[in-house]
């Protein structure tokens, strides 16, 4: 059988998040889920998945400062990572582009379907 991709999903919106991990998983990837950067990082560190679909503004502890902290680690500083966010807000896209952060999708602009699309791309290259 081959190898399932993982798919770290880190969103505190819940129907967001259940809209993501339902989607994943049909897609046939392995889906983990966080629900702030704290939980996301915890996950990532341990389970070190394949991509990482990274909401920036979240409690505990925001995608960003997750995203540095993620770098840090000897793993995670090459961590394919995805932003999703809310923000047309380009300062901390900027910010997230500057962490190595491959790619980032503004909510408004994408369907499910452009998401999986983009993490299939990320996991090929």
Known sequence: ????????VVEDEI?????LC?????ENFAVLEAKNGEE??????????????LDII???????TMLKKLREDAWG???KVIILTNLSDNEKVAEALEQKSQEYLVKSDWKIEDVVAKVRERLER
């Not at 990082?41 to 990482?52: C, K, S």
Request: glycine letters at 4%; hydrophobic letters at 45%.
């Open 1 to 8: 059988m081959e190898n399932k991709k993982t798919i770290l």
């Open 15 to 19: 129907s967001l998040l259940n809209a």
């Open 22 to 26: 339902d989607k994943l998983t049909r």
């Open 40 to 53: 996301g990082l915890e996950v990532a560190l341990r389970e070190h998945p394949d991509l990482i679909l």
């Open 58 to 64: 979240m409690p505990v502890m925001d995608g960003i």
């Open 77 to 79: 500083k090459n961590a």
